[in-house]
Every structure is written in C-alpha cells, then in structure tokens.
C-alpha cells in the first residue's frame, strides 16, 4: 500500500544537525514533488520546504530558509531534510507529505535542548 | 508568511453541522483555488478532507464540504459524528512554491 516512514529525529543541542528521512513505497515516487511539514509540540502545522520530481528544484519556508536543506534520492525512494543550526524553536514533529498533501507519513520528532 | 486565521475552537450536537472558517489575504487564499481542509486526531498524521477549495478525495464522506468567498475559505461538517471531533486545518498555497497553513480550529462534538 502507499506509504511513507519518516525516520532519524532524535534529541540535539542547540547549534548541531540532523537528517531525518522519508522513505516511500507503494506509489511511483519520481514524478511526484515533496514537502515537509512540521509541527510543535501543541502548537498548528507550518510548512517546511517542497523539492520537485527530479530535485533540482527547492523551495523554503523563510524559517528555515538558509540552514534547512530538502534533497531526495530517487534510487532509493527516499527524500531528506538535512538540519543546520538548530535551533530550540526548531523543535517539532516532521512529517513529510507528498505533493498534493493527500499522502502523510507517521511523523519523526526532532527535539532541540540543550 | 503569516498563518491563516482560524477560530481556535468549533462545537454542535450530533447531527447538527459546523462551519469552520479560514481567513488569508489576495495573496493566498484569495489570490488562488488551491485551498486544502485537513482532518488530525491527537497523536496522529493530518488527513487531507477538502483540496482545491471543495473537492473531495476519495473515500471522505460527502458531509464534508469546502467553499471560498474572497479571502476566507470555509469547512462545513454536517451531520456530526463522535468522529469527526479532532483538530482542523486549513492551508493555502501563496505563490513562489510557498505554502501556508491555518492556525487550526479543535472541533468538538458536544
């Protein structure tokens, strides 16, 4: 069935990375874009970042803009957010979600402390 | 990019109906027919009700419907079931690749 499972959040200090994943199945994975959507904890959605199809196209929300980096592997059916300088307000449950937003994964949280 | 306004919270009976509004600006909801409604229980991933504006994916009840008027797009759920009680969310897209999500509204079946 179509699916996707995030993986690799986890506990950081303040100014460290993380690279959680999405991996997918069920569905034909290069010809759709991804998103990522976050969530703190009790608090709305906020969208993240979108890459195209092929990847070569990348898009950010201003929040993380510059220290956020969405990639995807294609072989793998994989996509990625590679973190940079967190920060505590980057904590949040990270999901990803295909194109059209109709196909959720599970979530990963990413907890930033120090 | 500021978050779309949503009332924090929405109530009725089984059986009634409730509208759940979610306001933008001409550059978001206004500006563009790709208004999305999302159902999350606690502790779960977000489930897409209502995209562009009041289409409905396959296998939502017809009691959801979306509709958009200016800068506000609206929810309505009727005939309310002890289910349907979860948070909502509204999101638009707002150009340049960009997204954004509404504040969300706790729908409660009374």
């Known amino acids: 069935q179509v699916q996707l499972v995030e993986s690799g959040g986890g506990v950081v200090q303040p100014g460290r990375s993380l690279r959680p994943s999405c991996a997918a199945s069920?569905?034909?994975?290069?010809?759709?874009?991804m998103n990522w959507v976050r969530q703190a904890p009790g608090e709305g959605l906020e969208w993240v970042a979108i890459?195209?199809?092929?990847?070569?196209?990348?898009y950010y929300a201003d929040s993380v803009k510059g220290r956020f980096t969405i990639s995807r592997d294609n072989s793998k059916n994989t996509l990625y957010l590679q973190m940079t300088g967190l920060r505590v307000e980057d904590t949040a449950v990270y999901y990803c979600?295909?194109?059209?937003?109709?196909?959720w994964g599970q979530g990963t949280m990413v907890t930033v402390s120090s | 990019q500021s978050a779309l306004t949503q009332p924090p919270s929405a109530s009725g009976s089984p059986g009634q109906s409730v509208t759940i509004s979610c306001t933008g600006t001409?550059?978001?909801?206004?500006?563009?027919?790709?208004v999305s409604w999302y159902q999350q229980h606690p502790g779960k991933a977000p489930k897409l009700m209502i995209y562009?504006?009041?289409k409905r994916p396959s296998g939502v009840p017809d009691r959801f419907s979306g509709s958009k008027s200016g800068n506000t797009a609206s929810l309505t759920v009727s005939g309310l079931q002890a289910d349907d009680e979860a948070d909502y969310y509204c999101?638009?897209?707002?150009?340049?690749?960009?997204?954004?999500f509404g504040t969300g509204t706790k729908v409660t079946v009374l």
């Open positions: 562009e504006v009041s």
């Open positions: 999101s638009s897209y707002a150009g340049s690749n960009n997204y954004v």
């Open positions: 001409s550059s978001d909801v206004g500006g563009y027919n790709y």
């Open positions: 890459i195209s199809r092929d990847g070569s196209k990348k």
């Open positions: 069920g569905f034909t994975f290069n010809t759709y874009a």
């Open positions: 979600a295909v194109e059209g937003f109709d196909i």
